[in-house]
């Protein structure tokens, strides 16, 4: 079935960054395209970046647009999230997705606090 295992989050001072990691498994991860999302205290989930299973297409939400940075590794069945120029309000639990438009298959999260 699958699994998808996020890991990297923390707490960051505003302006600092983090880097997101999500490792893959139980289905075929270079033929799937991916998405990070992520869920802020008491608000529903949100899509942050998404990108196509060769890596050409990539898109990202305005709010994190030039701040973050999403990439992958097919080879290791990896998908990366990297966050730079933190802010307050990045502060979530990020979930990496499979099939964002449909099942929405998600890990259990890593926390990203963003505090001074």
């Known amino acids: 079935q699958v699994q998808l295992v996020e890991s990297g989050g923390g707490l960051a001072q505003p302006g600092g960054s983090l880097r997101l990691s999500c490792t893959a498994s139980g289905f075929t991860f270079s033929s799937s395209d991916m998405t990070w999302a992520r869920q802020p205290p008491g608000k529903g989930l949100e899509w942050v970046s998404s990108i196509s299973s060769n890596s050409e297409f990539t898109a990202y939400d305005d709010s994190v647009k030039g701040r973050f940075t999403i990439s992958r590794d097919n080879a290791k069945n990896i998908l990366y999230l990297q966050m730079d120029s933190l802010k307050p309000e990045d502060t979530a639990l990020y979930y990496c997705?499979?099939?964002?438009?449909?099942?929405?298959?998600r890990g259990q999260g890593t926390q990203v606090t963003v505090s001074s």
């Open positions: 997705v499979k099939d964002w438009h449909g099942s929405r298959s």
